[in-house]
């Protein structure tokens, strides 16, 4: 009995030496996993939750509670977990590794089995990483990149641009532009004369600029005439001037000409084809000769001029229907220079636009901006004002639209005139001069000024005039539309 006694002492002791050992191992193993930095979730072989460590809370904010002793199919019907990898470890029997959400939390888990001695699953230990600020940092990164591409883009862009504008406030970005500008840096400096050929607004005024001040004569008197804005009747004493006496109402000492005036130097004659045949006879005289009388005078007085001229009207045209003299032509024609319209050139609409906006926003003391879309929106457009319309659009949309972001729908280029007109059966002509005549009599109405009129829709205050005397308008027709 007394041995029977002490061993079952014994055993008893052996048991809790054992179970003393098994709850230390037990501890050691729940220290060793809570002191994993990344999440450990471990399944019985049925799929219940069995283990998990303390970065699992951390991480996922799940609790023991929440998780412990719980199917998984039931915490996924719960929403908790979005898929269960230890259910497909269970199935699939190996390593299983795939994306799942815990409390909607993007983790990178991986189930390992762990087999016993007869091959059977006894636990599915899932590592779980989380991803979410994987994907963090891959949106930030994503985000640096395209901000940096962009810098390099504006940083491409203004280092062309600052070649570009070097050019005496001249923005180009086209080939088309840039052979101009080429070509006028050679020929600036050779004196021939130029006859500078495009539509209204393309910069013709610009370039003859640019040619005076690239030549040797850039100190030298640089006389602007606009052919079409002076009264025909005074063009003529204008040009050539007078004796006193001459006529009445004329200067009693008598008046040089701008011919005179620009004697040394350059002589631009803006609006060219405007020029009534009886001048243009003096005016090929002028050229000729290289020498000029003034009305009402008996002696020539020499003269050494550069003649530039300029006009968007078709001149051979005119030459063929009689309105221009062809001999003229032929001398104003010596270097012909064609600026191209703006539609032509698509590739300066951001430079331009980005240029004008610059010194608008110097000039308001602003801080608007383009987006990408009201460029794009800008470059579908055809400009028929060309850089004179985009320039004066811009103006506008910086002093009147209120957010910071001049976007793609303050562009949306208003085409109800036209498609109004389109509707009934007009010829193309008519439609045309339907169209101007709402614009211009809209503009009128809004300015009572020509010159600011002009200015609003993108043309010379003379092409202005010569339409609406074209179009037959009264001043009448605008005023009773106040
Ligand atoms: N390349 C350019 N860069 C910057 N500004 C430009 C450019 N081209 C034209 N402009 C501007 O556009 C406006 C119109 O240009 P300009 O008066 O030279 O045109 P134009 O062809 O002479 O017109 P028009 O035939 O109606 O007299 C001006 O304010 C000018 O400064």
């Not at 779980?128 to 591409?149: G, H, P």
């Not at 050779?190 to 040797?216: D, M, P, R, W, Y």
């Not at 498609?419 to 809004?446: C, G, H, P």
Request: proline fraction near 2%.
């Amino acid at each position: 009995m007394n041995n029977l006694g002490t061993n079952l002492q014994e055993q008893i002791h052996k048991l809790t030496d054992e179970l003393n050992r098994t709850s230390k191992l037990a501890k050691i193993f729940e220290d060793f996993i809570d002191s994993s930095y990344d999440p450990i979730f471990i399944t019985d072989k049925n799929g219940y939750g069995f283990k998990m460590n303390k970065a699992y809370t951390r991480v996922t904010g799940a609790t023991k509670e929440q998780l412990m002793g719980k199917h998984m199919n039931d915490l996924k019907e719960q929403g908790i977990i979005s898929d269960s990898i230890s259910m497909h470890v269970l199935e699939k029997k190996e390593r299983l590794t795939m994306v799942q959400k815990v409390n909607g939390k993007e983790l990178l888990v991986t189930g390992n089995p762990i087999f016993d001695e007869n091959g059977e699953i006894l636990y599915v230990v899932t590592n779980l990483r989380d991803i979410s600020t994987l994907n963090q940092l891959k949106i930030e990164l994503k985000q640096t990149k395209a901000l940096a591409d962009q810098y390099l883009q504006e940083l491409e862009f203004y280092h062309k641009k600052d070649h570009i504008i070097s050019h005496d406030g001249i923005v180009a970005n086209s080939d088309k532009m840039l052979k101009v500008i080429d070509l006028v840096q050679k020929i600036a400096l050779v004196l021939s004369t130029v006859l500078l050929l495009g539509e209204s607004g393309v910069g013709k005024e610009l370039i003859a600029n640019l040619i005076q001040k690239l030549s040797s004569r850039a100190n030298q008197p640089f006389i602007k005439v606009n052919c079409a804005a002076i009264p025909k009747d005074l063009l003529e004493s204008e040009l050539f001037g007078y004796e006193k006496g001459a006529f009445t109402g004329a200067d009693s000492k008598g008046r040089a000409g701008l011919f005179e005036q620009a004697d040394k130097g350059t002589i631009f004659l803006d609006e060219i084809g405007e020029m009534p045949l009886h001048l243009q006879v003096k005016l090929l005289r002028v050229i000729q000769e290289l020498e000029v009388r003034r009305i009402g005078g008996g002696q020539s007085k020499k003269i050494d001029i550069r003649i530039i001229s300029a006009t968007n009207k078709d001149l051979e045209s005119m030459v063929v229907r009689g309105e221009f003299r062809q001999d003229l032509y032929y001398r104003l024609n010596v270097v012909p220079i064609k600026i191209p319209s703006l539609r032509e050139r698509k590739e300066d609409i951001p430079v331009l636009a980005f240029y004008f906006l610059k010194k608008l926003n110097q000039k308001y003391n602003l801080n608007k901006q383009l987006s990408d879309a009201a460029i794009t929106q800008m470059k579908t457009y055809s400009w028929p004002g060309n850089i004179r319309e985009m320039q004066n659009l811009i103006e506008r949309l910086v002093v009147t639209v209120e957010s910071e972001m001049l976007d793609s729908h303050h562009f949306s280029f208003n085409h109800q005139y036209l498609s109004q007109s389109l509707t009934t059966e007009k010829t193309l002509k008519e439609v045309v001069q339907d169209l101007e005549r709402t614009m211009i009599m809209e503009a009128m109405v809004q300015y009572r000024s020509t010159r600011k009129a002009a200015k609003s829709l993108g043309i010379s205050q003379s092409t202005l005039v010569k339409k609406m005397q074209r179009l037959g308008f009264q001043q009448t027709d605008y005023v009773l539309h106040q």
